[in-house]
């Protein structure tokens, strides 16, 4: 079946600008996991949905950076006033309920110039 | 707070020797481990996982990793790489099923002909 998607694969902004990143998790999948790839800090955990509990937004490193999950399916991460420092790979993550194993998506490199 | 040490950030293996690679942990409560594979330019893959039960835990293709809790350590072996080996591998730790996984920062396993 289909995996997790993200879109887009790549993204290109400059200093300053919002961007969005979207996430499809695997159908019946309520959980759903945000991470950070980036050179020299590895992969950090940033936000998770769990059905209609509220997130867990305990990862996010800055309040310009906000997720949310419309109808308990796909998912938007958004980064406002990007800095050169969001430059990563950003990964989704998504899981059957209260299953301990996580189905990434391919990621999205985000390059801010 | 749980985290996790990968000691090696690169290994470089002949092709059809023995490998391994070390992951420590640290928790105050039970943990669940995984290791992680990501292939170039590929998405994270589950490569095998500990939950409980028998502390000896096999991939498919010819992996393994023993959990030891004294040593509180998690280490992947494979008695004979391939070239197909490379790739970069995380371990993760999880509290439970579905909650945020904390990972190391990889370990990047080159396989050398």
């Known amino acids: 079946g289909a995996g997790v998607s993200q879109s887009p694969s790549n993204k290109v902004t400059e200093k300053g600008k919002d961007v969005e990143l979207r996430c499809d998790p695997i159908s019946g999948h309520t959980a759903l996991y945000w991470y950070r790839q980036s050179l020299g800090q590895g992969l950090e955990f940033l936000i998770y949905?769990?059905?209609?509990?509220?997130?867990?937004k305990s990862g996010l490193p800055s309040d310009r950076f906000s997720a949310e999950r419309t109808g308990g399916s796909v998912s938007t991460l958004t980064i406002q006033r990007t800095q050169q420092e969001d430059s990563a790979v950003y990964l989704c993550?998504?899981?059957?309920?209260?299953?301990?194993?996580?189905?990434f998506g391919p990621g999205t490199r985000l390059t801010v110039l | 707070a749980q985290s996790v040490t990968q000691l090696d950030s690169q290994v470089p293996v002949f092709e059809e020797a023995p490998v391994e690679l070390r992951c420590n942990y640290s928790?105050?409560?039970?943990?669940?481990l995984f290791w992680y594979v990501q292939y170039p330019n590929q998405g994270l893959q589950l490569l095998l996982k500990y939950l409980s039960g028998s502390t000896l835990v096999e991939s498919i293709n010819g992996f393994e990793a023993e959990f030891n809790k004294s040593q509180t350590s998690f280490h992947l072996r494979k008695p004979s790489v391939h070239i197909s080996d490379t790739a970069e591998y995380f371990c993760a730790v999880g509290r439970s099923g579905n909650t945020p996984l904390v990972f190391g920062k990889g370990t990047r396993l080159s396989v050398i002909a």
């Open positions: 949905f769990q059905g209609n509990s509220a997130p867990d």
């Open positions: 993550a998504s899981s059957f309920p209260y299953a301990d194993t996580q189905y």
């Open positions: 928790s105050s409560v039970s943990v669940y």
